[in-house]
């Protein structure tokens, strides 16, 4: 599984790079990105969980994407396609790939906190070099972040980030000390 996970890695550099020089990626990554993800979470868990996991996350993304367009197109008094402008299809296609191995916790979690880091690194980014280049590396910058977080699992901290046991866990204890403080 070592090998799966070097190569899960390279390929995300790789999407890191693309995005990062070219504002763009070559489509082929995603599906070979979700077959290897998919090959990672068949250790834990079987076929079935990760499909219901990867229905549940996609309905998220959808409400998600609806609310945006439906807010965008009563702001401009106009309809609006989010893919035209706003989000590029390779930023949808790594939503989807990364909803393939994330469970909902665990990838709502990942989403939140990797736009909220996007943002401040881009902020930065601009701050530190003068450019006039406005479109964020989003699916780039959210790999490299992904990457991150799988390295740390895998290798620091041998954390299954397949399972939301440990998040549900925290909130449980939390929900408790809440209860009690009150």
Same mark, same amino acid.
């Given at each position: 599984?070592?090998?799966?996970? !070097?190569?899960?890695?390279?390929?995300?550099?790789?999407?890191?790079?693309?995005?990062?020089?070219?504002?763009?990626?070559? #489509?082929?990554? %995603?599906?070979?990105?979700? !077959?290897?993800?998919?090959?990672?979470?068949?250790?834990?868990?079987?076929?079935?969980?990760?499909?219901?996991?990867?229905? !549940?996350?996609?309905?998220?993304?959808?409400?998600?994407?609806?609310?945006?367009?439906?807010?965008?197109?009563?702001?401009?008094?106009?309809?609006?396609?989010?893919?035209?402008? #706003?989000?590029?299809?390779?930023?949808? %296609?790594?939503?989807?790939?990364?909803?393939?191995?994330?469970?909902?916790?665990?990838?709502?979690?990942?989403?939140?906190?990797?736009?909220?880091?996007?943002?401040?690194?881009?902020? !930065?980014?601009?701050?530190?070099?003068?450019?006039?280049?406005?479109?964020?590396?989003?699916?780039?910058?959210?790999?490299?972040?992904?990457?991150?977080?799988?390295?740390?699992? #895998?290798?620091?901290?041998?954390?299954?980030?397949?399972?939301?046991?440990?998040?549900?866990?925290?909130?449980?204890?939390?929900?408790?000390?809440?209860?009690?403080?009150?």
């Amino acid at each position: 599984m070592i090998a799966v996970q !070097i190569l899960t890695l390279l390929t995300l550099a790789v999407i890191f790079i693309q995005d990062l020089v070219y504002r763009g990626v070559y #489509w082929i990554l %995603f599906p070979i990105l979700a !077959i290897l993800l998919i090959t990672l979470r068949l250790q834990y868990q079987p076929l079935a969980d990760i499909v219901l996991s990867l229905e !549940i996350n996609l309905g998220v993304l959808l409400v998600e994407f609806m609310l945006l367009t439906l807010y965008f197109s009563v702001k401009y008094r106009r309809r609006l396609n989010l893919t035209q402008g #706003w989000l590029c299809v390779g930023d949808l %296609f790594f939503l989807a790939v990364c909803a393939i191995y994330l469970p909902l916790l665990n990838f709502m979690l990942f989403y939140l906190v990797s736009l909220i880091a996007v943002i401040i690194i881009w902020k !930065i980014h601009l701050t530190v070099v003068k450019t006039t280049e406005v479109r964020i590396p989003l699916a780039g910058l959210q790999g490299l972040l992904l990457g991150i977080v799988l390295s740390v699992c #895998w290798w620091v901290w041998h954390f299954n980030i397949t399972a939301d046991y440990r998040l549900v866990h925290f909130y449980y204890k939390a929900s408790k000390l809440q209860m009690h403080l009150f």
